[in-house]
Every structure is written in C-alpha cells, then in structure tokens.
C-alpha cells in the first residue's frame, strides 16, 4: 500500500520518495507532469481549505 510520501498528491501516480520534487508549500510529493500545472494550483487550493475547515481562532 503507498503513503503520502510515494504517490503525486496531485494526480495519485507512484513516485519515488528519494528522488521525488516536493511542493515548496505544502512540502508534498508532486510528479514531473503536474509540477507547476493549473492542476497543481487546484489542488493547493483545495488542501488549504480543507485544513481551515473547523478551525476556530482562540484569539479575543
């Protein structure tokens, strides 16, 4: 079974994690075909919305 770390998390294709391009903000594995792509842009997009979802600041 592959983790995060061997598959695009772009696309879902295998890569290899020693030798594999990492997204600078995320720090994900992302494959030669999807770095730099709208694809790419998408998919940041979405993941950072899914991080902020249920997030309540404690700030007063």
């Known amino acids: ?3 995060f770390s061997s598959v695009c ?3 879902g294709h ?3 994690p ?3 391009l990492k997204n600078e903000e995320l720090n994900l594995p ?3 075909e999807c770095r730099g792509s709208e694809r790419e842009k998408q998919a940041i ?3 950072r ?3 902020a979802e249920g997030f309540v ?3 007063i």
């Open 57 to 59: 600041c404690g700030c």
């Open 45 to 47: 997009s979405e993941l």
């Open 14 to 16: 295998p890569v290899d």
């Open 49 to 51: 919305d899914g991080m």
């Open 1 to 3: 079974m592959n983790d």
């Open 30 to 32: 992302v494959c030669m």
């Open 18 to 20: 020693s030798d594999s």
């Open 9 to 11: 998390f772009v696309c």
